[in-house]
């Protein structure tokens, strides 16, 4: 386990995200709906979630399971501790950064994230972290939004809006190969899908959905 990056809690960005991710989680769940049900399917009863925030990816998650928590940012906790309850998963939180996971090397069988790597410093490092975490035949599953193609109209609008847009959501970028970062992170296999979406969230319609085995 590595030193992690500094990860400062912003009172104001903080509360705003675990408001908005709050207010807004069915209607951004409908549109990966699909997506999560086929990469989150069979899981086992205790998986590892990097980033969960409020805890969207609970209903995907079979009662009477069990979720390690990795988030540092306090004020998802109490948010993503009420919709455990409320799931019937048993929720264990720890308030590390995903770069450097406070877990034995091969202890899980399954990690999941979405919309993660978009908002670390360094995606490759949090990807080589679930790596060192899973087990041998572990599986990793994830959703991410990701750059569009090079000199596309969606491609320019990502860029135009990368600034606020990464104020406002705690780092997050819309310019990044996030495929091409789990490909080379040295995984036994790789599955990836990529597709865009319709959503008024527009700079995230580009998306990635898929699994590796560790």
């Known amino acids: 386990m590595g030193t992690s990056a500094t990860f400062e809690p912003h009172p104001v960005r903080g509360r705003f995200n675990a408001g908005f991710f709050t207010a807004f989680d069915r209607p951004i769940d409908q549109l990966s709906r699909d997506r ?24 995907y998650l079979p009662p009477g399971g069990r979720m390690i928590a990795i988030e540092p940012n306090p004020y998802m906790h109490a948010g993503l501790r009420k919709r ?20 034995d090397d091969q202890s899980a069988d399954a990690v999941i994230s979405s919309l993660l790597l978009c908002t670390v410093a360094d995606p490759e490092r949090v990807v080589g972290e679930i790596r060192r975490v899973l087990r041998p035949g572990g599986r990793y599953a994830f959703l991410e939004h990701v750059a569009a193609p090079e000199g ?9 809006v990368r600034r606020p847009w990464a104020w406002v959501f705690e780092g997050c970028s819309c310019e990044r190969d ?30 990635i959905a898929g699994w590796a085995i560790a």
């Not at 091409?180 to 790789?190: D, P, Y």
Request: net charge positive; glycine share 10%; proline share 6%.
């Open 36 to 59: 999560k049900r086929k990469i989150f399917s069979d899981l086992p009863p205790e998986v590892v979630e990097v980033g969960p925030g409020v805890g969207a990816n609970l209903r």
């Open 178 to 207: 996030l495929a091409a970062v789990i490909g080379a992170a040295g995984f036994a296999s790789v599955q990836i899908d990529r597709y865009s979406v319709r959503s008024p969230f527009v700079p995230a319609s580009t998306q």
């Open 152 to 160: 596309t109209r969606l491609r320019r609008i990502q860029h135009a």
């Open 84 to 103: 455990a309850a409320r799931r019937g998963v048993d929720v264990e939180i720890r308030g590390v950064t995903g770069d450097a996971i406070d877990l």
